[in-house]
C-alpha cells in the first residue's frame, strides 16, 4: 500500500527507475543464462525432493493415522474380543470403531486381519464386504504379525485398485509384548499419491524395491519396470500380489530410459535424475522418490527471457500510465476484501480477537470467551496481554510482533492462560488490517485451542518410545540412546559401559502367584535399579525380565573405566537381591502381600568409539550375562573377547 502511494506522488521518478531495472534484470538474467544454470536449479531440486519424501513420511509412517493404529491395537477390546472368535466378523461394534478409523483420517479402508491372514472385519467407502479374504501372503499382514508396524503400496486384492497400507499389530493384552493376534490395517488410496506427484511439473515417480514404477505423473508409465527383471524376482513379484493382476500373464514393459544415470535425455530433452529413500520397513529394500528436473539449452531460454524482458518494458510502460488509476481501485478492494474475510471468520469456531492500533481489544467473538472464559464485557479495554502464561519471555513476544511487522502476518503456537488460571496450547495466526492511507487500523487474532492435538501427541511418543509396565525406555529408544553414546565415546574419548540383567527364576514367581504379581516385581526392579544409577545414565527394559542399564562418559582410562562400572554392578546386584514386599490389591477382597527372594545375573561390557556395532555391544553383554547365570546366578560377570 506504501508503495502504490509513493508512486501517485514520485511518478516521474517511478518511471525512470522502473526502466533502469527491467534493463539491468534482462542483462543480469542473460549473463547467469550463459553461466551454471545447472548449479543454480539443483539446490531448489534437492529441496523439493526433501520437501516431497518428507511429506510422504508424515502422511504414512510418521502419521497420525499410523499412531491412531497403534493405539486401536493396544486397546480395543472388542476387535480383540472378534479376532479370538468370541465375536462374529464385522461385528457392529467393531465395524463402527473401523468406521470411525476411516472416516477420521480420510483414508478408503480400515479392516482387521485374523491370525490366519483372513480378513475378519472390513470398513470401506464402497459396498464391498471384503471379509473372508486370505491375506496372509501379503507382507504388510506378516510384518503386522510379527509385531513390527509398518507401511507397504500395494494394489489391494480385494477392489484391485492401488492404495498405501498402513499396518499395524493387535496385541492380546495392553503391553506391547504381550502376544500379537492380528493386526489392523488403514488404506490410504493412490488419489492422495498421484496428486502429490503432479504438482511436480516434470516427471515424478515413486519406485518400488524391485523397480517397478508403483505411481507416476506420467500415467504411461505406470508399473512400468526401471530395468529388466529377471525370471526369479518376477515369481517372487506374483506371488506377493503386491501389484495384483498385472503381471499374472505379462512381463512388465521397460522404461526407454535409466534412472541409475545423474541425467538422461527422453525425447532428446535433457534430465537431471534425483531420487531419495523413503523410510518404510520393506523386505525387499527401499523404497525411493524419483524426480526429474527439464533443463533446456541456454539458447532457449535465451530468445524465453529476450520476449519477456520486451513484453515486460511494455507492460511496465503501459503500468505507469494505469497506476493512478489502479491505485484507488486496488485500495478499496482490498480493503472489501479484509472486511469480508473478517466477516467471514468471526462467527466462526475459532476465536477471533481484534484490536486498535494500540492493540487495545475491540471486539470479541463467542469462541473466543468459550475458549478463554472471558466475556466481551472483560476483554474490551485491555490488551492481549490479559492472558499471558508467563511460559515466555519478552525476547519471545518481540520477534512475533516483529514478524508481524515485517512480514505483515504471525503463525505459530503460543501457550496463555484461561481466565480459570488454567494454561492451555493455542495454534494463533496474528494480521494487521491497514485503512485508507495505508495507515495501521487493526490487529486481528485468530486462534484454536490445541489441547487435544498436544495430549495426543504425547501419548504417541510415550507408547513408541516407553514400556508401558515400567515406564522404562523400550528397546527402540534404547538403540537411538546407545548411537549417540557411542558417537559421544568416539567424541570425548571416554569409555561407556553396558550392563544386561536378567532376573533369576523370574518364572517360579509368575507360576506360583500369577502374572499380576510378577508385573509388581518388574515395577519394583526397575525402580531399586533406577536408584542405583544417575540421572544421565539410561535404564531401559529389554523384554520379559531383562533390564538394560548404559553408563556414559566413564573415563578415558579401560581399567578405571571397568572398575566404576563395577562399582555400579555390585551395587544393582545388592539391591536387587533384598526381599520383595509386594501387596495385591483385588476387588470386593482383602489386599494379600506376598514376600519374595530373588536375584539377578549381570553381564558387562565396555564400549569405546567405533570399536564395535549397537548389535555387537548387545550380543556381548547378552553373552557375559549366561556366563554369570551357568557360574550360579546372583554374579557379575564382564565380557571377555578372548
Not at 84 to 105: F, I
Not at 181 to 186: E, L, P, S
Not at 388 to 408: I, L, N, P, T
Not at 470 to 489: Q, W
Amino acid at each position: 500500500m506504501h508503495f502504490l502511494y509513493w508512486i501517485d506522488r514520485h511518478a516521474g521518478i517511478y518511471r525512470a527507475l522502473s526502466i533502469l531495472v527491467v534493463l539491468v534484470v534482462v542483462a543480469a538474467a542473460a549473463w547467469r543464462i550463459s553461466g551454471n544454470i545447472d548449479k543454480e536449479r539443483e539446490m531448489p531440486l534437492a529441496e523439493a525432493l526433501t520437501l516431497y519424501s518428507s511429506t510422504l513420511e508424515s502422511g504414512t509412517i510418521n502419521s497420525r493415522a499410523m499412531g491412531a493404529a497403534i493405539l486401536f491395537g493396544l486397546e480395543n477390546n472388542e476387535a480383540k474380543q472378534l479376532l479370538k472368535g468370541k465375536l462374529p466378523p464385522n461385528a457392529p461394534n467393531v465395524l463402527s470403531a473401523l468406521n470411525s478409523l476411516r472416516t477420521l483420517y480420510f483414508s478408503d479402508a480400515a479392516f482387521l486381519v485374523n491370525r490366519h491372514g483372513i480378513v475378519a472385519a472390513y470398513s470401506s467407502q464402497g459396498n464391498s464386504p471384503g471379509t473372508g479374504v486370505d491375506l496372509s501372503y501379503s507382507p504388510y499382514v506378516q510384518l503386522a504379525m510379527q509385531g513390527s508396524a509398518n507401511v507397504y503400496p500395494a494394489v489391494d486384492n480385494i477392489i484391485n485398485e492401488r492404495g498405501i497400507f498402513l499396518a499395524a499389530p493387535v496385541h492380546a493384552g495392553l503391553d506391547n509384548m504381550s502376544k500379537t493376534i492380528g493386526a489392523v490395517v488403514i488404506k490410504i488410496g493412490a488419489a492422495k499419491l498421484d496428486a502429490l506427484l503432479n504438482n511436480w511439473n516434470d516427471p515424478a515417480m515413486l519406485v518400488s524395491p524391485q523397480g517397478i514404477v508403483f505411481a507416476a505423473n506420467r500415467k504411461k508409465w505406470q508399473f512400468y519396470a526401471t530395468a529388466k527383471i529377471s525370471a526369479e524376482q518376477l515369481e517372487k513379484t506374483r506371488h506377493s500380489r503386491q501389484f495384483g493382476n498385472v503381471f499374472d500373464l505379462d512381463q512388465p514393459l521397460t522404461l526407454p530410459f535409466t534412472l541409475n544415470a545423474p541425467e538422461i535425455r527422453i525425447d532428446g530433452i535433457r534430465y537431471i535424475v534425483r531420487s531419495h529413500p523413503l523410510e518404510w520397513d520393506d523386505h525387499d529394500g527401499d523404497w525411493k522418490l524419483v524426480l526429474l528436473d527439464r533443463r533446456d539449452p541456454w539458447w532457449i531460454r535465451w530468445d524465453v527471457l529476450g520476449m519477456a524482458a520486451l513484453f515486460g518494458l511494455i507492460a511496465t510502460l503501459a503500468l505507469f500510465w494505469l497506476s493512478t488509476l489502479a491505485r484507488n481501485a486496488a485500495l478499496q478492494q482490498k480493503i472489501h476484501h479484509e472486511l469480508g474475510i473478517a466477516a467471514a471468520t468471526f462467527d466462526s469456531r475459532e476465536g477471533v480477537i481484534i484490536t486498535d492500533a494500540d492493540k487495545k481489544i475491540i471486539k470479541v467473538n463467542h469462541s473466543f470467551t468459550e475458549i478463554t472464559g472471558y466475556s466481551s464485557e472483560e476483554a474490551v479495554g485491555n490488551t492481549p496481554a490479559m492472558l499471558s502464561s508467563g511460559r515466555h519471555d519478552e525476547g519471545f513476544y518481540r520477534q512475533m510482533w516483529d514478524a508481524v511487522e515485517r512480514d505483515k502476518i504471525w503463525r505459530g503456537e503460543i501457550w496463555n492462560k484461561r481466565k480459570n488460571g488454567e494454561i492451555y496450547p493455542e495454534q494463533l495466526t496474528i494480521t494487521p488490517i491497514f485503512g485508507e492511507g495505508g495507515q495501521l487500523a487493526n490487529y486481528v487474532g485468530i486462534f484454536s485451542d490445541i489441547t487435544q492435538r498436544k495430549m495426543s501427541e504425547n501419548e504417541i511418543h510415550k507408547l513408541a518410545f516407553y514400556d508401558p509396565l515400567t515406564g522404562l525406555p523400550n528397546r527402540r529408544l534404547l538403540y537411538e540412546r546407545l548411537v549417540h553414546a557411542i558417537a559421544a565415546s568416539k567424541r570425548d574419548g571416554r569409555y561407556g559401559a553396558l550392563m544386561f540383567l536378567d532376573m533369576d527364576k523370574f518364572k517360579q514367581l509368575n507360576d506360583t502367584h500369577g502374572h499380576s504379581t510378577g508385573d509388581l516385581l518388574l515395577v519394583e526392579v526397575a525402580q531399586r535399579i533406577a536408584r542405583c544409577v544417575r540421572e544421565t545414565d539410561t535404564v531401559a527394559r529389554f523384554g520379559g525380565d531383562e533390564f538394560i542399564v548404559m553408563l556414559g562418559e566413564l573415563d578415558a582410562d579401560k581399567t578405571v573405566s571397568a572398575k566404576e562400572a563395577g562399582i555400579v554392578a555390585e551395587k544393582i546386584l545388592a539391591l536387587l537381591a533384598e526381599p520383595y514386599v509386594l501387596t495385591l490389591k483385588h476387588e470386593n477382597a482383602a489386599p494379600v502381600t506376598v514376600q519374595h527372594h530373588c536375584s539377578s545375573s549381570i553381564g558387562v561390557v565396555l564400549f569405546a568409539g567405533n570399536s564395535a556395532t549397537t548389535e555387537e555391544i548387545l550380543k556381548w553383554a547378552d553373552a557375559a550375562m549366561y556366563q554369570a547365570k551357568e557360574a550360579g546366578r546372583n554374579l557379575i560377570r564382564f565380557y571377555d573377547s578372548n
